[in-house]
């Protein structure tokens, strides 16, 4: 039950009950059993409507904003004016401001930035092993985020850890180790 999908849940739902209203129907000699099976169902019904409704609303909101969904986590995917999802001027008044670019190391986000950088580059007709000495000057810049994330490039960079010469007894004893 856990790799199913929200229909094959909801259906899956759906056959119980249908079933749990025949045998109590038959087992009771009691329409009502019928009935409320039928209301179970139609409430079941909106629950799938209203989820159905949500993940297209989701959908569009995320196209309308460039936006892509990788490893649960919401990231600007490239485009033809912005290949390498780079942070522009525009971004400052847009709602995207804390949202990171999409890792490059996705397969399908590389084939999308070569093809959007690719698009209106002429090849040099000499360059026989596709050095492609044109792209050396074009990448995604570190801080993709605006404001950037200093804090955690700070505390990557600078932060120390209490060392023994500080008269950390427990610290000298893991160094031992």
């Known amino acids: 039950?856990?790799?199913?999908?929200?229909?094959?849940?909801?259906?899956?739902?759906?056959?119980?009950?249908?079933?749990?209203?025949?045998?109590?129907?038959?087992?009771?000699k009691q329409v009502i059993f019928i009935l409320i099976g039928i209301i179970l169902i139609i409430f079941l019904f909106y629950?799938?409507?209203?989820?159905?409704?949500?993940?297209?609303?989701?959908?569009e909101t995320l196209s309308n904003r460039n936006l892509t969904i990788?490893?649960?986590?919401?990231?600007?995917?490239?485009?033809?004016?912005?290949?390498?999802?780079?942070?522009?001027?525009?971004?400052?008044?847009n709602n995207n401001n804390n949202i990171k670019a999409c890792p490059y190391n996705e397969i399908d986000i590389e084939k999308t930035v070569n093809t959007y950088f690719k698009q209106n580059v002429y090849k040099d007709i000499n360059d026989i092993y596709e050095r492609n000495f044109s792209e050396r000057q074009f990448y995604t810049v570190p801080a993709t985020t605006i404001p950037n994330d200093r804090k955690?490039?700070?505390?990557?960079?600078?932060?120390?850890?209490?060392?023994?010469?500080?008269?950390?007894?427990?610290?000298?004893?893991?160094n031992i180790i």
């Open 70 to 93: 990788i490893d649960n986590k919401i990231c600007v995917k490239p485009s033809l004016d912005n290949p390498f999802m780079n942070p522009t001027i525009i971004d400052y008044n």
């Open 152 to 174: 955690s490039y700070e505390n990557w960079l600078f932060y120390r850890d209490k060392s023994c010469k500080e008269n950390n007894g427990y610290q000298c004893y893991k």
């Open 47 to 59: 629950i799938y409507l209203f989820d159905e409704k949500k993940k297209i609303d989701t959908n």
């Open 1 to 28: 039950m856990m790799n199913m999908s929200f229909k094959e849940k909801i259906m899956a739902i759906v056959y119980l009950i249908v079933f749990l209203s025949i045998v109590s129907t038959l087992i009771f």
